[in-house]
């Protein structure tokens, strides 16, 4: 008989921690890579500074970016009633020519103290009358039962979804951050406007920034190049269910948010070269991890992924990863401590906390192997 124990079986309790509210950064550090590094790649952890991060590499390594960008997607506006609301856009759908989605369609968050019927418009910004837009609620998405909303918007000038949001949106600033000016709710902080976007930001169509990648700046960059590192990217547009915590005690009955992806040929070619050389890819970010995983378990270099990484997960392409310090209780402490092992990840938090390491989006950074 064999001495082997079964695997143990998680349940949301096990990724719950006490965290001290002041440890949950409200502004960037002075300079990006001036935070602070937790090297947690062994068993016993060793404080440092994000610029050491080249350091910590090999030549040959492939460092593999998130290069999607945040968009001003939090915007305020009335219903006909005169009602508050809020929409947080998270996607803008593309017109694919079969009448699944026509041209200047979004899905959204809605925040208002009355939902508004199917086929009410929604007067963002003013409405078009007053410069806005007006926002024509179409139903739920993906399906009847979606947690989101799906509008039709409409401009007298025509524009897009992306142009409507540059013009009349707000960043959006994760719930833990508090911006206010002279006592009202301030979403327009001209330090966030540079900071919640990584230097390398692309792609628009994020509703949070990919932020392990926040710490990177053109030093960190060049001494990564010294070092023979290569560098490549992916794109997943984050959505605003990173920040939701898991509400099920049974991890099999989450329903995980889906995000869309892309993998470019350049990069499948750059992972290639990493595996011929007996290089590591060290994945900056989550999201990224969630990216490159998707497409090994799946082959598709593009599309939709609800990948829901917990322990146990068998990994195929990151070997080390780059990442902040996350909520308790959200899938991304479940693929971290799938990724380190729990008792590690566990262990390496209690030092974070013990050490007043700054926590989530404007936070510190920890850098992990995997085991």
């Known amino acids: 008989m064999s001495d082997r124990q079964p695997p143990r079986t998680f349940t949301l309790s096990d990724f719950d921690f006490s965290l001290p509210p002041d440890l949950i950064a409200q502004h960037p550090a002075p300079e990006r890579s001036a935070s602070r590094l937790l090297d947690g790649r062994a068993d016993a952890p060793v404080d440092r500074i994000f610029r050491e991060l080249p350091g910590l590499l090999q030549p040959g390594d492939l460092l593999v970016f998130n290069d999607t960008r945040v968009v001003k997607a939090r915007v305020f506006g009335e219903k006909e009633s005169g009602g508050k609301v809020e929409l947080l856009i998270e996607r803008v759908l593309v017109a694919d020519g079969h009448g699944q989605a026509a041209a200047n369609e979004v899905v959204a968050h809605m925040k208002v103290s009355k939902k508004p019927a199917v086929g009410a418009t929604l007067q963002m910004a003013g409405g078009p009358a007053r410069g806005g837009f007006g926002a024509t609620l179409l139903g739920r998405w993906p399906d009847d039962d979606g947690?989101?909303?799906?509008?039709?918007?409409?401009?007298?000038?025509?524009?897009?979804?992306?142009?409507?949001?540059?013009?009349?949106?707000?960043?959006?600033?994760?719930?833990?951050?508090?911006?206010?000016?002279?006592?009202?709710?301030?979403?327009?902080?001209?330090?966030?406007?540079?900071?919640?976007?990584?230097?390398?930001?692309?792609?628009?169509?994020?509703?949070?920034?990919?932020?392990?990648?926040?710490?990177?700046?053109?030093?960190?960059?060049?001494?990564?190049?010294?070092?023979?590192?290569?560098?490549?990217?992916?794109?997943?547009?984050?959505?605003?269910?990173?920040?939701?915590?898991?509400?099920?005690?049974?991890?099999?009955?989450?329903?995980?948010?889906?995000?869309?992806?892309?993998?470019?040929?350049?990069?499948?070619?750059?992972?290639?070269?990493?595996?011929?050389?007996?290089?590591?890819?060290?994945?900056?970010?989550?999201?990224?991890?969630?990216?490159?995983?998707?497409?090994?378990?799946?082959?598709?270099?593009?599309?939709?992924?609800?990948?829901f990484i917990t322990p146990g997960f068998a990994f195929q392409v990151v070997d080390l990863l780059v990442t902040n310090f996350h909520l308790p209780k959200s899938t991304l402490m479940m693929l971290i401590s799938a990724f380190t092992g729990y008792e590690h990840a566990m262990a390496l938090y209690r030092h974070a906390i013990e050490q007043r390491y700054r926590f989530f989006s404007y936070g510190d950074a920890m850098l992990l192997a995997r085991r």
Not at 251 to 264: G, I, N, T
């Open 147 to 307: 947690p989101l909303f799906r509008f039709a918007l409409s401009s007298p000038d025509g524009a897009g979804p992306h142009a409507l949001m540059e013009r009349h949106g707000h960043m959006p600033l994760p719930p833990y951050i508090e911006r206010h000016q002279d006592g009202v709710d301030d979403p327009d902080a001209a330090e966030d406007a540079e900071r919640y976007q990584t230097v390398f930001a692309r792609a628009p169509g994020a509703v949070a920034a990919p932020t392990a990648a926040l710490h990177f700046d053109d030093a960190v960059l060049a001494a990564l190049a010294v070092q023979g590192v290569e560098r490549a990217s992916v794109t997943l547009h984050v959505g605003a269910g990173t920040f939701q915590p898991v509400k099920t005690e049974s991890l099999a009955d989450h329903r995980m948010h889906s995000e869309w992806y892309e993998v470019p040929l350049a990069t499948l070619a750059a992972l290639e070269r990493c595996r011929q050389r007996g290089g590591r890819v060290v994945a900056v970010g989550t999201t990224t991890v969630r990216t490159l995983e998707s497409w090994a378990r799946s082959g598709q270099a593009t599309g939709d992924t609800d990948i």
